[in-house]
């Protein structure tokens, strides 16, 4: 069983006297280093100079450097860019700065496993990945609780990266929901898998396909979307709060019984091969070769599903739907 570490039991002692960096101000930039600043440790964002973000990271209090002079001012260098443009930045701007005794910390192992980026001996490298989306790392920190986290030092030059990625995870909000420890290699895989298998691509794919059955045999598209895509948040809060039993609990027998008998022939033997087959690819480093590539090459195909997966019926009556509840109809990043 994992180790888990708690809020009592961790300090920011380790980081009180450090300077860090969090390169990149997305999802998960944004929220580490806002939930950072306010939990009183010392934070620079490094930015490219034309980046839209970077007045809204001054607006939103905090002291913002070029990716170049924060790695040169900080102690701690957390890589929040996106995973496939990481090893240029790091390559060309954050390892000229390094200093012997820094620390190079990651929220995903991606770019170490698939030696993407292979840092010199004398830094500690180690990682704080929380396990949600950044936008409910920053919401839930300012209600007082936090995401769960993981933590894994791959590389101990002072001895202390194992304290510093707790104190980390603290600043982050991280300890009040629990870390727990693994290795860059079953973070970076786990988490690969979790992605495409069940939580964006498997959940995304099942929806689209159950909305377009229901669609193709004539009913009408709205109730297609509340039946295959709205209600989906609806029963997974059940589950996330209580498990599965939960959710059996709290629907009809009449969904019980058919959600048990017929749900294995849905996702059944088939998909469970498939599943098998993405766990090797991301095992095997095909898949991340696949995506560094088509990074390379600018996203040409991730541009065109994105486009086309906007072009869905189900994202175009969707956002009717949720034009007309209120609370829906938020900006993600309303924070
Ligand atoms: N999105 C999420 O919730 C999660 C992400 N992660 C990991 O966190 C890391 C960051 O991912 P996201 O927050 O999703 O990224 P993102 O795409 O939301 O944000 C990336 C940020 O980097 C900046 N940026 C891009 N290229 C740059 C460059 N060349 N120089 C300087 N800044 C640049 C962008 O302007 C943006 O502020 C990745 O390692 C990812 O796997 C881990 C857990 C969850
Ligand atoms: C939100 C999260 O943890 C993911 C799905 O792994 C990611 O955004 O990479
Ligand atoms: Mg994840
Ligand atoms: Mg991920």
Redesign the pocket.
């Given at each position: 069983m994992a180790t888990i570490i708690y809020d009592d039991e961790t300090t920011f002692d380790a980081l009180k006297d450090k300077t860090i960096a969090v390169?990149?101000?997305?999802?998960?930039?944004h929220a580490h280093a806002r939930n950072l600043h306010e939990s009183g440790l010392n934070v620079v964002v490094g930015?490219?100079k034309s980046?839209s973000?970077w007045a809204k990271a001054e607006s939103d209090g905090l002291k913002v450097m070029t990716?170049d002079d924060a790695a040169k001012a900080a102690d701690v260098i957390m890589i929040?860019?996106?995973?496939e443009?990481q090893a240029a930045?790091y390559y060309s701007q954050i390892e000229p700065n390094l200093k012997a005794g820094n620390a190079l910390v990651?929220?995903?192992g991606?770019n170490i496993h698939y030696n993407q980026i292979v840092p010199p001996k004398d830094v500690d490298v180690f990682m704080v990945?929380?396990k949600g989306?950044?936008h409910i790392v920053r919401r839930t920190y300012t209600e007082g609780i936090g995401v769960p986290g993981l933590i894994a030092v791959y590389q101990d030059a002072t001895g202390k990266a194992r304290e510093l990625a707790l104190s980390y995870a603290k600043g982050i909000g991280a300890t009040r929901a629990g870390v727990y420890e693994t290795t860059f290699r079953e973070e970076t895989e786990t988490d690969l898998f979790g992605e495409q298998v069940d939580l964006c691509g498997g959940l995304s794919s099942l929806i689209k396909n159950a909305f377009e059955v229901l669609v193709e045999a004539g009913y009408q598209p709205e109730m297609a979307y509340f039946e295959t895509c709205h209600e989906v948040k609806l029963i997974v809060d059940l589950i996330y709060e209580g498990g599965l039993e939960r959710m059996w609990h709290s629907v009809s027998n009449t969904a019980e019984y058919g959600g048990m008998t017929v749900g294995p022939r849905i996702i059944n033997e088939e998909s469970r091969e498939a599943m098998y087959v993405a766990l090797e690819r991301i095992q095997n480093g095909e898949f991340a070769k696949e995506f560094i590539l088509e990074g390379m090459v600018n996203h040409p195909v991730l541009k065109a599903m994105e486009r086309q997966e906007k072009e869905h019926p189900l994202e175009i009556v969707g956002k009717e739907i949720r034009a007309n509840i209120p609370w829906l109809n938020k900006k993600i990043d309303d924070d």
């Open positions: 390169m990149g101000y997305g999802s998960q930039g930015l490219r980046s973000s990716v929040l860019l996106p995973d443009k930045t990651f929220a995903h991606f990945a929380p989306p950044g």
